[in-house]
């Protein structure tokens, strides 16, 4: 059973910059799609990002597209999510969690719902506020 341990949160301004660590414990991290989700307040928790399990591959939502980036170490069985340029609807409380299904070549997307994952750490929050 893997468990997911997120951190990193913490306040920053409008353009800065976080880096967000989820650390897996237990078995098989390399065999699993990761990915960041987010939830802000009062709002249903949204798709961010995912890494393929070979680390080659990523995918981002296009509000967060070219100011994120992921990648995972699997000697640190770690995945990250650096966050440039964040803006105040950044703000929310992160979580990383593993797709309970492979990301084939041959689709362009990965697993973007919800209930595709599994193994949710407890979350880090981000704020992005002056």
């Known amino acids: 059973q893997l468990q997911l341990v997120e951190s990193g949160g913490g306040l920053v301004q409008p353009g800065g910059s976080l880096r967000l660590s989820c650390v897996a414990s237990?078995?098989?991290?390399?065999?699993?799609?990761m990915g960041w989700f987010r939830q802000a307040l009062g709002k249903e928790r949204e798709f961010v990002s995912a890494?393929?399990?070979?680390?080659?591959?990523?995918y981002y939502v296009d509000s967060v597209k070219g100011r994120f980036t992921i990648w995972r170490d699997s000697s640190q069985s770690t995945v990250f999510l650096q966050m440039d340029k964040m803006t105040p609807e950044d703000t929310a409380r992160y979580y990383c969690?593993?797709?309970?299904?492979?990301?084939?070549?041959?689709?362009?997307?990965?697993?973007?719902?919800?209930?595709?994952?599994?193994?949710w750490g407890q979350g880090t929050q981000v704020t992005v506020s002056s």
């Open positions: 237990g078995r098989d991290f390399d065999f699993f799609v």
């Open positions: 969690a593993r797709a309970m299904r492979t990301w084939s070549s041959d689709i362009p997307e990965p697993p973007r719902l919800e209930h595709e994952y599994a193994n």
């Open positions: 890494v393929s399990a070979n680390g080659f591959r990523q």
